[in-house]
């Protein structure tokens, strides 16, 4: 059954966690799926993860919808949330609107925007005004990066989780669906995660939120450049891909792939009319 909006609320009322993994290509949305993941994120990571930028701020929006198209065809039963990269929101809430429309016409089923400055809280009322559901993103905002000095956690005093929480409550009365809260101590997300009636989806943020979100690749262990305290390697697919990877190479090297089996025989007659005996 296909998972919407509805989703994240209905397992919220029922105390049940909410599971978010991201994903930026068809095979990988079509495991994602399979596994009845409640929420695929499209994440501006790709950047880094996919793409091997130094940082999200270099992904455009252009760049984000051919990931977006991907992931929707791998996993058409999932909630596709398309992240809205910097500055394809920024300028205006009708740069906003155009920019999340094109998201939704790529195939995702709602966009994620960080921050909940009076812009950010007018262009999340206006998009769900239009259909467009929004999760919102607080605490640490890596777009904002340059301006906070680099990965800190966030909410580290009562007064910075109250903050975070006033902020958290705008976008719920703006209509956002949902909350990311990234970086921030475990009570301190509990805290707010009580204080909000819409779910919290947590990244480094405790297990007292609704639900959880992590970078696929860096919980498979695929992306290995950097790993964040709060990963936890579930399988190790960058060992599987290299060993995989030198046996194939040996294999070629040696003569023994391709086989008779992954190969195409010509038949006899044709082999006659070439002069070539048994194999070629
Ligand atoms: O870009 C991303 O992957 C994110 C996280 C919340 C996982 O924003």
Redesign the pocket.
Known sequence: MKKTVNTFQKLKNNDEKIAML?AYDYSTAKILGEAEIDGI?V????AMVALGYES?YNITIDEMLIFVSAVARGAKNSFIIG?MPFMSYNLSVEQGLENAGKMIKSGANAV?IEGCNEHILTLTKRLVESGIPVLA?LGLT?QLLNSLGGYKIQGKTAEQVEYILECAKKLQEAGAFAV?L?LIPAESAEFITNNLDIPT?G?GAGVGCSGQ???TDDILGKFTDFAPKFVKKFANLHNIMLEGVKKYSKEVKDCEFPSNKESFELNENEKEKLGVRGKL
Do not use: N
């Not at 994440?43 to 790709?46: E, T, V």
């Open positions: 991201t994120l994440g501006d990571s790709l999200t992240d994620k993103h890596p990311v990234e989806i990244i979100i992590v970078v």
